[in-house]
């Protein structure tokens, strides 16, 4: 890559603008690895990005070079790959069978289906509904109702790691489930 800067000024290992801001999208720890080093390098590398992101149509204001870096990168990166990198990504709407009740769900549509609307039973996949970013995999089971923003939401627990989240209640949930909840026994 062309470039006139001295090896000492280039924490980053001599990398373009276009190729640091690719790296710093390959994921969060990446983003903020490369932030940080920015941050604390050489001014104009930040120049150089918002120049490199201008050049492929991303409308930076005037003042946005004295951003922090993680800022202009993000910008940079353009709107694909910060969906990609958000807490709440592409949620995955997927049909699934039970485990608890063995009926066959469809996806929720408006809504994502992250528990079964039969008998109320989730999977600890989701941090946040359709991202299945927990690993932990573990059994949910509804343990009270709760309200959150104006919504009825149902509260999980997971079996396996003990996690609770919970989950906006759907338009086709069992009522007779959702009333169930505060009768279930102890888990
Ligand atoms: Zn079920
Ligand atoms: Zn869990």
């Not at 062309?2 to 280039?10: F, G, I, L, V, Y």
């Not at 390098?41 to 204001?61: E, F, N, T, W």
């Not at 932990?136 to 939401?153: E, F, V, Y």
Request: aromatic share 2%.
């Amino acid at each position: 890559m062309a470039s006139s800067r001295s090896p000492e000024n280039r924490p980053l290992a001599g990398l373009s603008a276009a190729e640091l801001v690719a790296e710093a999208a390959t994921n969060r720890p990446a983003l903020k690895r490369i932030a940080a080093a920015i941050d604390t390098g050489d001014p104009s590398i930040k120049s150089d990005i918002v120049d490199h992101a201008r050049s492929i149509g991303i409308d930076l204001p005037a003042d946005a070079e004295t951003w922090p870096a993680k800022r202009i990168l993000r910008r940079a990166m353009g709107r694909e790959a910060v969906a990609r990198q958000r807490s709440n990504p592409i949620a995955r709407d997927e049909p699934f069978q039970c485990w608890h009740c063995r009926s066959d769900v469809a996806p929720g549509g408006s809504r994502v289906r992250d528990h079964c609307p039969h008998c109320l039973r989730s999977l600890h996949v989701d941090v946040v509904p359709g991202d299945r970013a927990a690993e932990c995999g573990g059994d949910m089971h509804p343990i009270g109702l709760n309200r959150s923003h104006g919504d009825d939401t149902i509260v999980y627990q997971c079996v396996r790691c003990g996690t609770t989240h919970q989950v906006v209640v759907h338009a086709d949930d069992s009522q007779r489930a959702l009333r169930a909840i505060i009768n279930l026994p102890p888990m």
